[in-house]
């Protein structure tokens, strides 16, 4: 868990509000991003139910995508509670070498898998 979430909320805000349309409100009481008038692309989560962790969690293609990266990086990546049935992957953001580009990379990802066709044909990300 981090010691101080205020700065990987942050950074996480910055890659988030950096992509078009994208807007934030807090869901379920944790900070939440989403494109306007749309679905829920990421969410920042620090110490859910005292489990200990910071991350950020968000969409993936699926259930198959997602068992890939937890098996590829279990350090990193893990299945989140109440998200990870429907196929969304946790990232953690506690670690002492966390990779911001991966993160930015998996936030984008999950931003064009909800954005809606006209954000998408004016160039995304």
Not at 68 to 86: C, I, K, T, W
């Amino acid at each position: 868990m981090s010691p101080d979430p205020a700065i990987e909320l942050a950074r996480i805000r910055t890659i988030c509000l950096a992509l078009p349309a994208a807007e934030e409100r807090l869901s379920h009481g944790s900070p939440g991003f989403f494109i306007t008038k749309g679905k829920f692309f990421a969410y920042f989560w620090h110490n859910h139910h005292h489990d200990g962790i910071t991350a950020c969690h968000v969409k993936t293609s699926g259930r198959e995508e997602q068992a890939m990266l937890v098996e590829m990086d279990p350090d990193f990546y893990f299945v989140p509670p109440y998200l990870g049935p429907s196929g969304w992957i946790g990232m953690r953001l506690d670690q002492p070498d966390t990779d911001w580009d991966r993160v930015a990379d998996r936030i984008a990802t999950s931003w064009e898998l909800i954005a809606p066709r006209r954000l998408l044909e004016l160039g995304g990300r």
